[in-house]
């Protein structure tokens, strides 16, 4: 699906959303049906030198509830939020800078074409407002594609070329020396993760089926996985972790299986996403609405395949979870046609077990983004005006 694809569903829903919140607030350490008074506060300044979204400018005003009896712990608290205009986060290059990618307007539609963007890359500092431009690649750079992925344990690093969009070169680099190792196998997809610090899971794919699973050592070397399994042509859900691997098969049921097992066990039916937590030891599941269910849920489970508590959201369209790199708190967007429903952006503390509602009617266009210490939440929406604006949301430590 096409970025414009992306930002015109966005804009459905967030269109929805702001019809049926009258209101917005940011509760601490409680759920969304919740009840009680509103008082106004304002929200911190902004300092970043970024224009703000919206009429006025300036601040804003922001509604929060107030219990009628104070909870027992406080859950999320936002400290302030920075508005990035037009842009989309790339990736952050540390707690306070990161790669956005700024999206302009080259010709505007017509009744018979559709309107051309242009894209240019900028390296921004969210504490001094400073942005730089990013050198753009040429010739046949420019069609390169690298996607890189940390072991657990910080050593190693995956690395694939993409050269073109259906071949990639794999790599395995030594973070402490730059030494690199290539990966002599066909590759189609970008499906994999680490099974532990020593070996990478690769589910190589093909154009024809499911293509072959490696098992990558750190040097290089690799080794098929087999696995005995009908019900799955290929991957649209993966995971790995504690030396296992998670996938959901064709019939919705989320499995696991071992290098040296390759027999799957059933862990949970009608499952639509998963997401594994960075330390491995939790896993995000939200269901398909099937089977007379009315509404997606959000579960987590450990890796035994065991439900942890009770759910911890529900909607007609759950998506873009994102795990904070501690693995302490999980982000999500939540979309319900029914305004008593939940809606917009929620982080679900591990901690306290409290799921947070954050306000301002979010919805995402582009994946939720953590920077390294997961204290800072990038959400990238739909704008009429600037056609995106990137929310970097700050939370009290």
């Known amino acids: 699906m096409s970025r414009r694809s992306l930002m015109n569903k966005g804009k459905y829903i967030a269109g929805l959303i702001a019809m049926t919140l009258l209101s917005t607030c940011i509760l601490f350490g409680c759920n969304a049906e919740q ?18 979204s919206g009429a006025g400018g300036g601040k804003r005003e922001l509604t929060v509830v107030k219990e009628s009896k104070p909870p027992a712990e406080q859950g999320i608290a936002v400290q302030r939020i920075h508005l990035i205009n037009g842009a989309n986060i790339e990736k952050w290059l540390s707690d306070h800078e990161l790669e956005i990618q700024v999206t302009t307007v080259e010709k505007q539609a017509t009744a018979t074409k559709e309107a051309q963007y242009i894209y240019h890359r900028f390296r921004f500092d969210l504490e001094t407002g400073e942005r730089l431009s990013i050198k753009e690649q040429t010739g046949a750079d420019q069609r390169e594609v690298i996607k890189s992925f940390l072991s657990p344990d910080g050593k190693y690093s995956f690395i694939q070329t993409w050269k073109d969009k259906y071949k990639a070169v ?18 189609y997809m970008e499906v994999g993760g680490w099974l532990n610090n020593d070996s990478y899971v690769l589910a190589a794919g093909s154009m024809k089926d499911r293509g072959e699973i490696w098992n990558i050592s750190v040097d290089g070397t690799r080794k098929k996985i087999e696995l005995q399994d009908p019900d799955v042509e290929s991957f649209t859900e993966f995971a ?62 450990d890796t035994g395949g065991h439900v942890q508590g009770l759910l911890i959201g529900k909607g007609d369209l759950l998506s873009h979870q994102s795990w904070s790199p501690d693995s302490s708190k999980l982000a999500f967007a939540v979309y319900t046609e029914d305004k008593g429903g939940m809606n917009g952006i929620y982080i679900f503390d591990t901690v306290s077990g409290k799921v947070s509602p954050l306000g301002l009617s979010y919805y ?16 990238t929406v739909d704008d009429k005006e600037k056609l995106i604006v990137t929310h970097i949301v700050d939370f009290k430590k």
Do not use: C
């Not at 995402?364 to 959400?379: F, K, T």
């Open 35 to 52: 009840k009680g008074s509103t008082a106004q506060v304002r929200s911190t300044p902004d300092t970043t030198g970024q224009p703000r």
């Open 170 to 187: 794999n790599e395995i680099k030594k973070m402490a020396t730059g030494e690199r190792h290539e990966v002599a196998v066909d590759n």
């Open 240 to 301: 790995t972790g504690n030396g296992k691997i998670y996938y959901t098969d064709a019939k919705s049921r989320m499995k696991s299986f071992t290098p040296t097992q390759s027999r799957p066990t059933l862990l949970a039916k009608d499952v639509s996403t998963l997401s594994m937590s960075p330390d491995s030891q939790r896993i995000a599941v939200s269901t398909s609405r099937s089977g007379g269910q009315e509404d997606s849920r959000l579960l987590i489970y």
């Open 364 to 379: 995402p266009v582009y994946p939720l983004s953590w920077n390294p210490s997961g204290n800072r939440l990038g959400i």
